[in-house]
C-alpha cells in the first residue's frame, strides 16, 4: 500500500529531479496539498502569512521616501510587492473608496428644479396663491438652476441644459401671474446669460477645428452626448463623480509611464533606464494614493462621527491637510534620496517636472470630465 504522504523523488510540474522540499528548476514545493490536509492547511497559512508580511513591510517602508525604490533599485526585491502590483492595488482600494466617501448634490431643496421634471415644476407653481409667491419661487428656481450652471467645468454646450430649463420655468412662472390677473414679467436678463457657443450648440451647430474630420466628427458627438445627458446630471450629480472615480485608474495607467519619461529626460545622465525610472514613478503615485485612500478614510469617520460635535471634525480636518500638504514634501525628498543630486539641483528639476506633469494632469482631468459626462 503506497504511503499517501510520501515525497515523490521528481517534481511533477517539470519532472526535474527533486534535492530538497522544492524544485530547483520552477520553484514548486515537492508536498502536494491535495494529497494531504495537513498540508493543504500549512499551504493556506503559509501564503497568507507571507503575503501579509511582504504587504506590511511594503506599506511600512513606503511611508519613508525613498526607502522602498532605493531598496526594490537594489535588488532587494523578495521582501516586497512588486511595484506595478502595489500600484494596481492601491489605485483601485483608493477609488472604490472615493466613490463612497464623496457625495455630490445638487445644492437643492425639495422644491427646487434641478431634481424634478416639468410637470412638478408645473404644480410648485400651481400651489402658489398669490404673484408674490410666484415670482419667490421662480427667483429661488432660477437662482439655483443659474448656481448650478455657473458650476460646470468650461466646456462648449456643457451648460445648455440648464438654460434650457432657465426658459421653462420662466414660462411656467409668467403662465401662473397670467392665471391670477397679473401680466406676467420675464425673469432677469442674467439668468439667460448663455454663451455663444452655448447657443449655437442648441442649434446642434457641427463642431469645427483645425483637427482631422474624423476628430471634428467625434467631438461634435461628444458634445451632443454631454447636452443629452445634462438633465441627468441635474438629477443626479452623483452619477458624475461615480463615472470619473471609475474611470480614473485606467487614466493614471498613461500619466504613470509619462511621468517616468519626464524623470528619464531630467536624469539623463543618472545612469538608469527607463524602467528603473519607471520604478520610481509606479512608487511615487503608489505612496500618493495611500495618502489619498487615508484623507478618504478619515473623510468617513468624520462624517460618522459627526454627531459628536465640531471637535473631532475639527480634529480630522487638519491631520487631512496635513496629509495634502505632505504629498509634495514626501516627492521631493523621494526625489533627492533617489537620484542623490545636491538639494538646488534636486529643486529646480523637481519644480520643472511638477509644473510640466501638472499641466499634463490638468488636460487629462478636462478630458476625462468631459468624457464622463457624455457616458453617463
Not at 11 to 36: D, F, I, M
Not at 253 to 280: D, K, N, T, W
Request: hydrophobic content about 50%.
Amino acid at each position: 500500500m503506497s504511503d499517501a504522504h510520501a515525497v515523490p523523488t521528481a517534481c511533477e510540474n517539470c519532472e526535474t529531479p527533486l534535492q530538497g522540499h522544492y524544485c530547483h528548476a520552477c520553484g514548486q514545493s515537492a508536498h502536494n496539498p491535495v494529497r494531504s490536509f495537513a498540508h493543504a492547511v500549512e499551504e493556506v497559512f503559509e501564503s497568507f502569512w507571507h503575503l501579509d508580511g511582504r504587504i506590511f513591510r511594503t506599506l511600512r517602508d513606503l511611508l519613508v521616501p525613498g526607502r522602498l525604490a532605493n531598496a526594490y533599485l537594489a535588488g532587494k526585491r523578495v521582501r516586497y510587492i512588486p511595484p506595478l502590483r502595489l500600484f494596481v492595488v492601491l489605485s483601485l482600494l483608493t477609488f472604490f473608496v472615493a466613490k463612497l466617501a464623496v457625495h455630490i448634490d445638487g445644492g437643492t431643496t425639495a422644491d427646487d428644479a434641478p431634481g424634478q421634471n416639468a410637470a412638478q415644476v408645473r404644480g410648485n407653481f400651481q400651489q402658489a396663491r398669490t404673484p408674490e409667491e410666484v415670482e419667490a419661487l421662480r427667483s429661488r428656481l432660477i437662482a439655483g438652476l443659474v448656481q448650478g450652471r455657473d458650476r460646470m467645468p468650461d466646456i462648449p454646450g456643457a451648460r445648455a441644459g440648464f438654460d434650457a430649463s432657465i426658459v421653462v420655468i420662466d414660462k411656467q412662472a409668467q403662465q401662473r401671474l397670467a392665471e391670477l390677473g397679473k401680466p406676467g414679467t420675464a425673469a432677469p436678463e442674467a439668468a439667460f446669460a448663455a454663451s455663444e457657443d452655448d447657443a449655437s450648440l442648441g442649434k446642434q451647430t457641427p463642431f469645427e477645428s483645425p483637427m482631422p474630420g474624423f476628430a471634428n466628427r467625434w467631438v461634435d458627438r461628444q458634445i451632443h452626448k454631454i447636452n443629452e445627458n445634462v438633465p441627468r446630471l441635474q438629477q443626479d450629480p452623483q452619477r458624475l463623480a461615480n463615472v470619473f472615480f471609475t474611470a480614473v485608474p485606467s487614466t493614471l495607467f498613461v500619466l504613470v509611464p509619462l511621468f517616468a519619461l519626464l524623470l528619464r529626460v531630467f536624469y539623463l545622465l543618472a545612469g538608469r533606464g527607463y524602467l528603473e525610472h519607471l520604478v520610481v514613478a509606479l512608487y511615487s503615485h503608489a505612496f500618493l494614493l495611500l495618502d489619498l485612500l487615508v484623507i478618504l478614510l478619515l473623510m468617513l469617520l468624520g462624517r460618522a462621527m459627526a454627531p459628536l460635535g465640531g471637535w473631532p471634525g475639527a480634529i480630522i480636518g487638519l491631520v487631512q491637510l496635513g496629509l495634502f500638504l505632505w504629498m509634495p514634501v514626501y516627492l521631493l525628498i523621494m526625489q533627492q534620496r533617489v537620484y542623490r543630486q545636491f538639494w538646488l539641483v534636486t529643486l529646480v528639476k523637481y519644480s520643472i517636472i511638477g509644473w510640466v506633469y501638472f499641466v499634463f494632469v490638468t488636460l487629462v482631468a478636462a478630458l476625462l470630465v468631459a468624457n464622463s459626462m457624455a457616458n453617463l
